[in-house]
């Protein structure tokens, strides 16, 4: 059977203008060669600096960019070269949870209005009380009351907040979720809440899931499997113990010697 | 006698809302030379601590409602503001989160820092100048004297910060307070950063308020550590000490809570319920809606608990309900 997630040899290259009129510039080849997998119920963590090209191989997975070369495969089928109209049909079964919860939701829509939306995306019939319920339902399996789905964005906190963007990520039943930085604006309590809130949910749901952080130490505690990133390339992938405690790659090693660490345990 | 001495600082913020108290009822000192952290979570008023020392908080709707901050003698809450231009700057640096908001990009970075040589010392422009090269020398900027002459945004994140770091200690102040100042930076960077915040600190002596949410940079950085909730500190205790043997149910269920101390496969502790809202008066202690203790019941809800010393240089606040073990949870 293959791999739930399968990248190979993708890149992504950006042309470079120089001067006014564009001219010869070279590239930055901001995804370069990348080939990896992600198998059915597991959390790949992705770790790496700013600029290093991991929100660029997000936005190719999620099929939001095309690639220079390679393919995506998603439970074996192809996703590189498909129509646009399809590729609107396929997105359902991936969806991404963003770092600012509220920059990601529509301020105007209700709870009930954005889940709504995003339920229908799946079950286009689905109208009045049955949709009522599926709200409801979803509000419940994030942690959120659902006796608040008539609320606005900006009357919920912060982890609230995040709680709904991933509910509605939930919303389309995807097969792939792709988490950017979500706990990365939280403060430490709430930060905790969300982690084990996606703990649950890949038990619960079987989800696959890519974790993008700069945050070793949480990746470490959430991941399976750990792939750093550097200017482009994978530079190491493996069990997330693994590379959190006999790292291979040097850039690993300089990464996780930077980390500041609670020393008296 | 310490460097600066806080006693009972009071602040609120006068909104339509009512009013908010910030910060309530504050006492720390601050010794020469020394690390002091003050950690907390967003909004429990750390920054507005430190920001009114220098009368930097917007007045109104800001307004110090009581208390001291005794420096080198003088209160500086009770100073004007051209007195406290004569300190800000000079005796006391700061540096920021985001150096972009606090570095002018329109000036060149040789105006911004040869201005508080000129001003506060009265150098001419070209000792000025000469001074900031070192300066910019000092904090480990490649080719000083011809980078000197570019604006902030020909920086990368880290060199402004390094840059903040420069203007912040040209002055040779007494005291540094950093808020925040590698939370915007990569793990690389904020490595590099911390490291040159502490050689500099002990090449010039000068004491350290460092403000951050992050625990981790706590133990690396900090001599003294204050735990704020709710605009009061909740326990202070030696960085060490924190952390081997915390005693406030919030300073222990924080350190349960952050992945880095916790098992791989095992659930986080989780704090439940938000802070509570600081417009309204509370009584007693803070922490009681959350505290997850097994005396939780033993709270106390009509005086607020007082820090106390229970061993040497370790305080906390002496509410019999936040003391007791945490229910289910193994750390504790």
């Known amino acids: 059977m293959p791999s739930h997630l399968e990248i190979e040899h993708l890149s992504k290259h950006f042309p470079l203008r120089s001067g006014l009129f564009g001219g010869h510039g070279g590239e930055v080849r901001a995804v370069d060669d990348v080939s990896l997998t992600v198998e059915r119920g597991e959390i790949l963590g992705l770790v790496g600096e700013s600029g290093c090209g991991k929100s660029t191989l997000s936005r190719l997975v999620m099929q939001l960019i095309p690639p220079t070369a390679g393919t995506i495969r998603i439970a074996g089928d192809t996703l590189t070269g498909l129509p646009a109209g399809e590729v609107r049909r396929r997105r359902r079964d991936f969806q991404m949870i963003f770092q600012d919860p509220y920059a990601s939701l529509n301020p105007r829509l209700t709870i009930y209005s954005t889940l709504a939306e995003a339920l229908r995306t799946r079950h286009p019939r689905l109208s009045g009380s049955s949709l009522i319920d599926s709200v409801a339902a979803l509000m419940d399996r994030v942690g959120l009351d659902p006796g608040f789905m008539r609320k606005y964005p900006h009357e919920f906190s912060g982890g609230q907040r995040q709680r709904i963007a991933i509910a509605r990520a939930l919303a389309p039943e995807p097969q792939l979720i792709l988490a950017d930085e979500p706990v990365s604006a939280l403060d430490v309590s709430i930060q905790s809440q969300i982690l084990n809130l996606l703990r649950q949910l890949r038990r619960d749901l079987g989800l696959t899931m890519i974790f993008i952080s700069h945050d070793l130490a949480v990746v470490r505690y959430i991941a399976d499997r750990i792939a750093v990133m550097q200017a482009g390339k994978i530079v190491e992938i493996g069990e997330a113990d693994r590379v959190f405690h006999e790292p291979t790659a040097d850039y690993t090693r300089t990464l996780l010697a930077a980390i500041p660490r609670i020393a008296s345990r | ?332």
């Open chain 2, 1 to 332: 006698m310490p460097l600066l001495s806080v006693e009972d600082l009071r602040v609120s913020f006068h909104t339509r809302n009512g009013i908010v108290r910030a910060v309530d009822g504050v006492s720390f000192t601050v010794e020469r030379g020394q690390t002091v952290g003050i950690v907390g979570e967003s909004g429990s008023g750390k920054s507005v601590t430190c920001y009114s020392l220098l009368g930097l908080i917007p007045k109104p709707p800001g307004r110090i409602e009581g208390g001291r901050a005794i420096f080198d003698g003088t209160d500086l809450l009770q100073l004007s503001d051209p007195q406290l231009n004569t300190v800000r700057g000079r005796r006391i640096g700061m540096i920021f989160q985001d150096p972009m908001t606090s570095l002018n990009p329109y000036l060149r970075i040789s105006a911004q820092l040869v201005e508080p040589l000129i001003l506060h010392e009265g150098l001419s422009r070209a000792a000025a100048l000469d001074r900031a090269i070192a300066e910019m020398a000092a904090v480990g900027i490649p080719r000083p004297a011809d980078r000197i002459h570019a604006y902030p945004h020909e920086f990368s994140g880290g060199m402004r910060q390094r840059v903040m770091i420069a203007m912040a200690l040209i002055t040779r102040p007494e005291i540094l307070i950093a808020d925040e100042p590698t939370t915007a930076l990569d793990v690389t960077i904020q490595r590099q950063v911390l490291d040159l915040i502490k050689a500099r600190q002990a090449e010039l002596g000068t004491a350290v308020i460092f403000i951050t949410h992050d625990l981790a940079v706590v133990s690396e950085v900090c001599d003294q550590v204050n735990v704020m909730y709710a605009g009061r500190f909740v326990e202070r205790a030696p960085v060490n000490e924190l952390f081997t043997s915390p005693l406030h149910a919030y300073t222990r269920a924080l350190q349960a809570s952050i992945p880095a101390l916790q098992t791989k496969g095992e659930d986080l502790y989780t704090i439940s319920g938000r802070p509570p809202d600081l417009s309204r008066p509370i009584p007693g202690c803070a922490f009681a809606p959350r505290c997850e203790t097994e005396t939780r019941d033993q709270c106390l809800t009509d005086r607020r608990p007082e820090l106390v010393e229970k061993s040497p240089n370790h305080w906390v606040q002496d509410c019999p309900g936040c003391l007791g073990p945490l229910r289910g949870n193994p750390q504790s």
